[in-house]
């Protein structure tokens, strides 16, 4: 199991998120099916992390 803390920009600064994001990766039974899910999870992680970025700053709306 990977425990991942995400650190959130804010006009303040650097501030931590309190809740971590646990994720538990299953393991495989050959080598090749575990680097796809690896390279998948990754993909899928780096999504995740952008979203997070867009929810805790979003988008400033120019009036």
Same mark, same amino acid.
């Given at each position: 199991?990977?425990?991942? &803390?995400v @650190?959130?920009?804010?006009?303040?600064?650097?501030?931590?998120?309190?809740?971590? =994001?646990?994720?538990? +990766?299953?393991?495989?039974?050959?080598q &090749?099916? @575990?680097?796809?899910?690896?390279?998948?999870?990754?993909?899928?992680?780096?999504? =995740?992390?952008?979203? +997070?970025?867009?929810?805790?700053n979003?988008?400033r709306?120019?009036?």
């Amino acid at each position: 199991k990977y425990e991942i &803390r995400v @650190a959130a920009y804010s006009n303040r600064g650097l501030s931590s998120m309190s809740n971590a =994001i646990e994720m538990a +990766i299953p393991s495989f039974s050959t080598q &090749r099916r @575990a680097d796809i899910q690896q390279k998948t999870s990754f993909k899928n992680l780096d999504d =995740i992390l952008e979203n +997070i970025s867009k929810v805790q700053n979003p988008t400033r709306i120019i009036h």
